[in-house]
């Protein structure tokens, strides 16, 4: 089951999210449980959360600007990590957002983050530009990847 930011179940929505993003990240999370309060509280921005049996498994977040989306995050927990998820997270959300009228979404990636880079560019994602030492703990590069929706076949 998925849930938007609007939909989801109430009760320690950033801690919940903190703790996948704690357990979903090879360094940890790079936000602490208050930005992700704050981010939840901003207009702009939205979550897609995937839930089986009342358990989350991962989400992604990100913020919706006119016909844009900045991704700001991919993480599945890394108890249910190699099984599917984040394709079928990534996949439902471009479909979302190509009923949204969305253009285009952009990401940034590790560059050491190979499974990630691959599976957005099977998701039809390319790489625009390298970001030197963007990423810290530890210091790497980062690749914005971006994807025009129109281009994708559904």
């Not at 839930?51 to 927990?77: C, P, R």
């Not at 691959?118 to 990847?145: A, C, S, W």
Request: glycine content about 6%; charged content about 20%; overall charge neutral.
């Amino acid at each position: 089951m998925y849930y938007s930011k609007k939909t989801l179940p109430l009760g320690k929505i950033a801690e919940k999210i903190w703790s996948i993003s704690e357990a979903g990240y090879e360094h940890g999370s790079p936000w602490s449980i208050e930005q992700f309060s704050l981010d939840l509280a901003q207009q702009t921005s939205d979550y897609l959360v995937l839930s089986e049996a009342g358990q989350w498994i991962g989400f992604i977040s990100y913020q919706l600007v006119l016909d844009e989306v900045e991704i700001t995050h991919v993480v599945i927990h890394k108890n249910f990590q190699h099984l599917g998820h984040g394709a079928r997270l990534i996949a439902q959300l471009i479909q979302q957002l190509n009923q949204q009228g969305v253009a285009q979404i952009f990401l940034e990636v590790r560059v050491s983050n190979t499974n990630a880079r691959q599976l957005y560019e099977k998701n039809g994602f390319k790489i625009i530009n390298r970001r030197k030492n963007y990423y810290t703990h530890p210091k790497e590069d980062g690749m914005v990847m971006c994807l025009n929706i129109k281009e994708v076949k559904q």
